[in-house]
C-alpha cells in the first residue's frame, strides 16, 4: 500500500529521466544567464573605472550633457546610455543595453576596440518613422593604458544635412541664372520669326497635302514656348508678392484646376485638413502654381483608378503639406535627380514642374522633401512651410 503510494508520488522510469533532464536545463540556463549578468555588470565596473582614470573625469558628461553619449564594453555591446541618446534615437534604455551597437543603429560592424574609426555619419530612422542624419564620434576609454572600453557620442546634423541640400539645390539655380536668359533669348528670337511667317501663310496658299501639317508646326512651336517661359521663370524668378493666406483655400483652389487630369485618369483626391484654420505668409499665385506641379507629379504617378491624399498638419514650429500618391515610387538611385532642371521620369515631362516648384517654395523660406509613402506603395512629397509664430518670434528677435 505504502509503495503503491510513494510511485504514484514519484515517476519511475523513463518519465524520471525527463524529469531530471528538464530540470537539469534549467539550472544550467539559469547559471547561463548568471555568468553572463555577472561578465555584462563586470565589463560595466571596468568601463566606468576607466572613466575615472580619464583626464578630465566623464562621469559628469555621460550623466548630464546634452550630447547623447552611449558606452560601449570591449565587445561593442552597449552598457550605458544617458537621456540624450534614448531621446535623439527615440528608442527605451532597454533595448539599448545588452545590445551590439552593429544590431541597434547598424555601425561599427566588426568592432575592435583599437581599431576604430573616429567620426562617421548615418542615417537613422526613429520608430515613430521619422528619419535623422546623425554624426558618430568615438573614444577609447583606457584603463592603465589598456582598452576597457568605448565612448560613443552621437550629433544630430540633420539641420545641417538640410542646409547643405538647399545650398546644392541653390548653386544649381545660379548656374542655370548665368546661362539661360540669353539661351532662352538667342531661341525666341528666331522662334517668333517662324512662328510669324507660318501664320502670314494661309492653308490656300499651301499646297493640298501640306495644309495638315500648318496646325501641327504651330502646336510646336507653342509648346516651345511654353517649355522657354518655364526656363526664364526659373532663371529670373518675380519676388513673391507676400501677403496672409490660407494654406486650406490654396489647396481646394489647386484641387478645382487639376479636374481635368484627375478626371481623365479616375484618380481620387482625398483632403485631409487640419480641423483649425492654417494660415502661412506667402503669394497666393505663386504658391497654387507650386503646389499645382506637385499634385500633376502625383496624378501621372498614380495608377488608373488610383488615389492622392492631400494633408495638411500643423506644427509647433512649421505647417506641413503632404501629397501622397499610390504609385510605383520612385527608385532610389533616381530620388536625388528629380529637383534637377529638365529630369523627368514622365516621357512628355519637360522635368521643370518640380525645380519651378522647388524655387518657389524655397524663396518662401520653405523645404520640399521627397520620400517613400509609409504603410503603401507610392511617394510622398512633404512642403514644409514657416508658421506665423515662428515668424513672429524671428521678427521680434
Known sequence: MVSTRFY??????????V???????IIILFNWKETRERARHQNHINTMRALLWQNPP????????????????????????????????????????????????????????????EVGEFCWKTPKR??????????????HNIPAGTLLTLFDISEEKKCSEAYVQIAKFSIINEVSAGLAHEIRNPLTTI???????????????????????????????????????????????????????????????IQPLRDRKAVTIVLELSSNAVYIMGDPEQ??????????????????????????????????????????????????RVLDPFFSTHKEGTGLGLTIAQQIILAHHGMLHICDSIGTNGTEV??????????????SA
Open 19 to 25: 524529469h531530471l533532464i528538464f530540470l537539469l536545463a
Open 58 to 117: 566623464l562621469i559628469k558628461t555621460v550623466d548630464y550633457s546634452y550630447e547623447a553619449i552611449i558606452l560601449l564594453d570591449k565587445t561593442g555591446e552597449i552598457i550605458e546610455s544617458n537621456p540624450r541618446s534614448t531621446y535623439l534615437l527615440g528608442l527605451t534604455k532597454s533595448s539599448l543595453v545588452g545590445q551590439p551597437i552593429s544590431k541597434v543603429l547598424g555601425i561599427l560592424n566588426n568592432f575592435q576596440p583599437n581599431k576604430l574609426p
Open 130 to 143: 521619422e528619419t535623422k542624419y546623425l554624426r558618430f564620434q568615438t573614444r577609447p576609454l583606457l584603463n
Open 287 to 336: 504658391l497654387l502654381q507650386a503646389l499645382l506641379s506637385i499634385l500633376k507629379n502625383a496624378i501621372e504617378a498614380s495608377p488608373q483608378g488610383g488615389s492622392v491624399i492631400i494633408r495638411l498638419t500643423d506644427h509647433e514650429s512649421h505647417v506641413r503639406i503632404s501629397v501622397i500618391d499610390n504609385g510605383p515610387g520612385i527608385p532610389e538611385n533616381l530620388r536625388n
Open 8 to 17: 504514484s508520488i514519484f515517476p519511475s522510469g523513463p518519465l524520471l529521466i
Open 195 to 257: 512662328k510669324g511667317f507660318m501664320q502670314l501663310i494661309t492653308p490656300e496658299q499651301w499646297p493640298e497635302s501640306y495644309r495638315p501639317y500648318q496646325q501641327l508646326v504651330l502646336d510646336e512651336i507653342y509648346t516651345i514656348e511654353q517649355v522657354l517661359s518655364k526656363f526664364l521663370l526659373i532663371a529670373s524668378p518675380s519676388a513673391p508678392q507676400i501677403e496672409l493666406l490660407s494654406l486650406a483655400e490654396t489647396i481646394h483652389a489647386t484641387t478645382q484646376l
Open 382 to 395: 512633404l512642403i514644409d512651410f514657416p508658421s506665423l509664430a515662428t515668424i513672429t518670434s524671428n521678427l
